[in-house]
């Protein structure tokens, strides 16, 4: 015998079986027993909470002569025929086919016969807002002078998508997308019943990512059936819902905490190989590593299914690194995520991160640490005062307020005394010999250096000294941050000899400091910038182009 999908074999048979939908239930069980039976019904809800299943148990339960508190036998030759989908008088029409058009317009014709084994001829109508103009007219055509003992039900997933002159003729029932609870409680009462052993987190793992589609539920639990053992297992739920990438997002983190840089690369590289994109998986780190502070702080504060983990991986991940560092890669992360969104190379943002998520780890001592330390263990200790005093907060897995950013965030230190001093004695072909040996320094330094090398540029260069440009204040604030100007200085001395001072500037800060060089020696007037120069012949203009090149100059004319 073939293989049958669960939710075929599974699919409810009375309105007891039906998950999450006890008003429906309720409210249709009671026409039958009251015999208040409409000619049109009209079931709205997404897909896989019930519809179809609930319109053939109402078929069935409105035509069994031996129905109970308004739900069918399943016995008798009326419910078994129903069921099979071998009764006559039980029609079900799939408005989403070719041929559904021409179905309605067959309704027209044979409406008007009484049905021949049944009390009540059945028109099921499933995805019904496919229907063109012309068969809803027909439809409504039908509604309008309803023959007896005919019912119809408009099962739809857009109800909006249907004509108010049918909506105002139907009685209509919104089903509910199932609470992962139910799903979860009609899982196990199917592999029980099955005596098929499972894990119970793992069937929460499949209710929470099925998200509110019975059917979904079921699919996704035989696919995890499916990997052979004939028992449901935490790997297999997590490898059937797609949460593959949250064990690799999970190595990811324990390798920047572990500030093993390599490693973390090697991940990440992963990541990115699976299809993941960059701001999505930085906000599903953000995301997991809140987890990973909530659960520092109590593990009741997270919902351990929902997050795709088990316990005993959240007691690994919480010894993995202090609150502090948590709070300080949460920061990291918001900021790498802004400066991303515009930006055509994810991948080096991704790469960049990596390496600053990897120095987090590096303690720093100085009073200022210490004194944000101390910030944030008061901050910590009121927001569990507040969290133990108000347990709905819980829920909303509210964050405690965030330690107060160093203030030189926001001022950027910009060494203007080391870059004036190099201007002095900046040549043109000291940076034109610099632009070519660039490739040749990022093969003398580590990946991560070498990731942010990428995507610098050096803007001025004396035989002392060079300027070097990023793409952005981020990216600066990064270089400023380590010990690159130090690895580049030494990268330049072994290629070319001489000792040379590494300075940074952000990009766009770039043209005004030259200018004002420029101004201040002499070089350019004041308000230069209108007075265009026209030729390179120009005393001014050509001491400028000796030191930063003829395109240095164009700048200047916008
Ligand atoms: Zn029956």
Not at 47 to 57: F, L, M, V, Y
Not at 401 to 415: D, F, G, V, Y
Not at 506 to 517: A, E, G, L, N, S
Request: aromatic share 6%; hydrophobic share 40%.
């Amino acid at each position: 015998m073939s293989y049958q999908a669960l939710y075929r074999v599974w699919r409810p048979q009375r309105f007891a079986d039906l998950v999450g939908q006890q008003i429906v239930s309720t409210t249709l069980k009671n026409a039958i027993i009251t015999k208040k039976i409409s000619h049109a019904y009209l079931f709205a809800g997404p897909r896989g909470t019930g519809k179809t299943s609930a319109a053939k148990i109402f078929a069935k339960a409105v035509n069994c002569h031996h129905q109970q508190d308004g739900e069918p036998c399943n016995q008798c030759e009326i419910c078994r025929a129903i069921t099979a989908g071998q009764l006559n008088d039980v029609i079900e029409i799939d408005a989403a086919s070719n041929n559904g058009v021409e179905q309605i317009r067959d309704i027209r014709d044979k409406v008007k016969y009484a049905p021949t084994q049944a009390d009540y001829k059945v028109y099921i109508i499933d995805e019904v807002h496919m229907l063109s103009t012309g068969a809803f007219n027909a439809l409504l055509k039908t509604l309008e002078e309803p023959p007896a003992n005919v019912i119809f039900i408009l099962a739809t997933t857009e109800p909006h998508k249907i004509p108010l002159t049918i909506i105002s003729r139907v009685q209509r029932f919104d089903f509910r997308r199932i609470s992962a609870k139910d799903a979860f409680a009609r899982m196990k009462y199917i592999l029980d019943q099955k005596q098929v052993a499972y894990q119970e987190d793992a069937l929460r793992v499949i209710a929470n990512a099925a998200e509110g589609g019975m059917r979904d539920a079921l699919s996704i639990l035989d696919q995890a059936l499916s990997f052979g053992e004939e028992q449901v297992t935490m790997e297999d739920a997590l490898l059937v819902t797609g949460s593959v990438t949250k064990q690799l997002v999970r190595e990811y983190f324990l390798q920047v905490a572990d500030g093993d840089s390599a490693m973390a690369l090697k991940t990440l590289t992963k990541i990115i190989g699976a299809g993941k994109d960059g701001q999505r998986f930085i906000e599903d780190l953000i995301s997991f590593i809140r987890d990973v502070l909530l659960y520092q702080e109590s593990p009741d504060l997270i919902d351990l299914p929902t997050t795709g983990f088990v316990k005993e991986d959240f007691e690994q991940l919480k010894n993995a690194a202090t609150p502090m560092a948590l709070y300080q890669m949460i920061d990291t992360l918001n900021d790498i995520q802004q400066e991303m969104r515009f930006t055509t190379h994810p991948d080096v943002y991704l790469e960049v991160l990596t390496v600053q998520l990897c120095q987090v780890r590096e303690s720093r001592t100085d009073q200022e640490e210490l004194d944000q330390l101390r910030q944030t263990v008061v901050s910590l200790q009121q927001e569990v005062t507040k969290l133990r005093q108000a347990p709905t907060v819980v829920e909303k897995k509210v964050m405690p307020p965030k330690p107060s950013r160093t203030n030189n965030k926001q001022a950027l230190r910009i060494n203007l005394v080391q870059i004036n001093t190099i201007l002095e004695h900046a040549t043109r072909p000291d940076l034109e010999d610099l632009k070519e040996l660039w490739g040749d320094i990022l093969s003398l330094l580590d990946n991560a250096q070498g990731s942010l090398i990428n995507i610098s540029e050096p803007v001025a260069a004396s035989p002392a000294g060079v300027v070097v440009s990023f793409d952005n204040n981020f990216l600066f604030e990064q270089a400023n941050g380590g010990n690159l100007s130090d690895a580049m200085g030494a990268a330049l001395q072994r290629l070319t000899g001489t000792e040379r001072q590494v300075v940074f500037v952000p990009k766009d800060k770039w043209p005004q400091i030259r200018q004002d060089f420029l101004i201040e020696k002499g070089y350019l007037k004041n308000g230069g910038k209108k007075e265009a120069p026209k030729k390179s012949d120009d005393p001014v203009i050509s001491q400028a182009e000796k030191l930063f090149g003829a395109d240095a100059i164009e700048i200047h004319n916008d």
